[in-house]
């Protein structure tokens, strides 16, 4: 056996990198894994096929080991301990367990095309370097051998839950690392996210018989063993990841939605949940409706919600969700990582590097999801997240969205930047957009690009071709800076002459532009409805169609000067910057003239 340890953190130079790869690399899982649930330790095997669809040549490959972050001094406990604001699910718990409640898991044995591999372990990342290459085109039969110890819950994973859940197994097989035209990402695990190759896995669990097993994909077989155990197989197809759940107290619900899509239910019957998960079972249609119709058609036979874990954690066709909620608490942690499915699970952003992506995009879906079955025009859409993003903006603490996830410098700023401002992104850009155009642009993106990793840079090609209009600049403040949006109206002047022009004067005060919508009540009480374009746009057309208002395209605002002035032969009573709060606008007091004092 060749194996090495080194618990400091160790860098590799023999990367081989060649941009503008031509293809995704695709790998397929074959596993066995075997737990025995007295002692909470599994053993395992995988075949694994690695297709080297790029253009270099692989002298190593990397594999997570993600059960190794619970144990004291690891990366994710030391981080905890010295971050401003840990985690309350995690602060110093990992510092204090012992060793029968760690968590961790070993490659034993690697062989790649029938060689032996030398394997060099790096706390959750292990490095195994290949004595012949893998060359590009060319696939690899990869054979693991492994072992571990399943650790109390504390992160997503782990056994006995606080609600009781015996094993929720995320995060739990040694998992190959994505591979692009970036190179390998070893991320070790520190927090949060996720990122690895499509393709297709096919799982046995051999566990005790009297456990009811929730799993990624379809069920495809179940034998019962020898010494009270039993084997049952899961598989699924254009996928990158793989979660099963286990406990003998499980609930198994199912429904079939009119597309015939299986919807499967797993919760424990014996905590009084059965109410509510009922009624959350009837409301799963429409959630599914609303997505297929609006972002793209889910194209998976199956999905699973399954309690577990310790809030909500999307999976390819499952999620763990806590399940001791109210029924508006249940629902909402439910779509929320339902639409992960489409954003995490089918476009499959690298989570590390675009996270405001993947939770951005999948708030503001699962918002709109739960304002179809929890109508409250008290609380209009989206202005939660816009509300979020202006604090963390001005809050001193936030940073751009070009950081790392596990960079960040507090966990206010990382999440506040991937929720709210993730989703006050996609709010703004219908705005810029129009309804109609954004819809058809998010259906087209996704069918383009599913199972695919795209990037922001191939969402904004699309975007701008739906539109019509140039949307990079859009990107280049809100995403690449922390610059932000505050507009006024500077002073509304009419002259004395009869017939001379009133003049409004209109003031950027914040270093990002974007285009605004104002609202003239004239003198004689009649109103008028403006647009006003980025002059980066390369487009004056107001962007939404079939409104009922009649919008009136002003000249472009040129980025470089900070004032615009506008004329009217009328008197003029009221000015309005943003009617409708279309805009993340720092400052909204003085988006109206004359300010009404309180």
């Not at 499980?250 to 059965?274: A, C, R, S, W």
């Not at 996609?426 to 990037?455: A, D």
């Amino acid at each position: 056996m060749k194996k090495v340890f080194f618990f400091l953190f160790i860098a590799s130079s023999a990367h081989s990198f060649a941009k503008n790869q031509p293809a995704q690399q695709r790998v397929d899982y074959k596993m066995q894994v075997s737990l025995n649930d007295q002692n909470h330790q599994f053993e395992g095997r995988s075949q694994i096929t690695y297709f080297n669809n790029s253009a270099d040549t692989l002298n190593e490959v990397f594999v997570h080991l993600y059960f190794n972050a619970f144990q004291p001094g690891s990366d994710m406990d030391v981080r905890s301990l010295w971050i401003a604001d840990p985690d309350p699910r995690v602060g110093d718990r990992i510092s204090k367990l012992k060793p029968e409640e760690y968590g961790h898991q070993h490659l034993s044995k690697v062989m790649v095309n029938g060689k032996e591999g030398l394997i060099i372990e790096m706390g959750t990342i292990a490095k195994v370097v290949l004595k012949n290459p893998i060359l590009p085109g060319k696939k690899a039969k990869i054979n693991m051998d492994w072992n571990g110890q399943v650790p109390i819950q504390i992160r997503r994973s782990g056994r006995n839950s606080a609600e009781g859940v015996d094993y929720s197994m995320s995060q739990w097989y040694p998992k190959i690392c994505g591979y692009d035209q970036n190179g390998w990402h070893p991320n070790p695990y520190i927090a949060r996210e996720f990122y690895g190759e499509y393709g297709s896995f096919e799982v046995e669990i051999n566990i005790q018989k009297d456990f009811v097993i929730a799993a990624t994909g379809e069920q495809c077989r179940e034998i019962i063993l020898e010494n009270n155990r039993k084997s049952v197989c899961f598989k699924g197809s254009n996928i990158h990841d793989f979660v099963w759940a286990a406990d003998k107290d499980y609930q198994h619900d199912m429904i079939t939605l009119p597309d015939g899509l299986q919807v499967h239910f797993y919760y424990l019957k014996n905590q009084g949940l059965e109410e509510n998960w009922k009624k959350f079972q009837e409301m799963t249609p429409k959630m599914f409706a609303y997505m297929n119709e609006h972002f793209g058609k889910y194209p998976y036979p199956v999905y699973s919600f399954i309690q577990g874990g310790d809030g909500g954690m999307e999976y390819p066709m499952a999620t763990l969700i806590t399940g001791k909620r109210k029924i508006g608490s249940l629902v909402g942690v439910a779509a929320h990582e339902l639409a992960h499915s489409w954003y995490q699970g089918i476009l499959g952003f690298n989570e590390s590097l675009y996270y405001w992506m993947d939770e951005g995009f999948t708030s503001f879906s699962s918002d709109e999801v739960m304002d179809q079955l929890f109508p409250n025009p008290a609380n209009p859409l989206h202005v939660d997240a816009v509300g979020g993003y202006i604090q963390l903006a001005t809050s001193g603490k936030e940073e751009p969205m070009t950081t790392h996830a596990d960079h960040f410098n507090t966990n206010y700023a990382y999440s506040n930047a991937a929720y709210s401002k993730g989703q006050t992104y996609l709010y703004q850009l219908k705005g810029i957009m129009g309804e109609k155009k954004f819809y058809n642009g998010m259906k087209r993106f996704y069918n383009q690009f599913k199972f695919q990793h795209p990037t922001p840079g191939d969402f904004l090609a699309i975007m701008e071709k739906e539109s019509g209009m140039v949307l990079d600049w859009y990107n280049e403040y809100f995403v690449n800076t922390t610059k932000t949006i505050n507009y006024s109206v500077d002073s509304v002047v009419t002259s004395p002459i009869n017939g001379a022009p009133t003049l409004i004067v209109l003031k950027r005060n914040g270093d990002m532009p974007i285009p605004v919508e104002v609202e003239i009540e004239t003198a004689d009480g009649k109103f008028q409805y403006w647009y006003i374009s980025v002059d980066l746009m390369r487009n004056i057309t107001y962007a939404e169609e079939g409104t009922e208002i009649q919008w009136i395209a002003a000249p472009a605002w040129s980025w470089v000067q900070d004032q615009y002035i506008m004329q009217l032969p009328l008197g003029v009573k009221k000015v309005t910057i943003d009617p409708y709060r279309k805009i993340a606008d720092m400052e909204r007091g003085d988006n109206v003239w004359p300010i009404v004092s309180e």
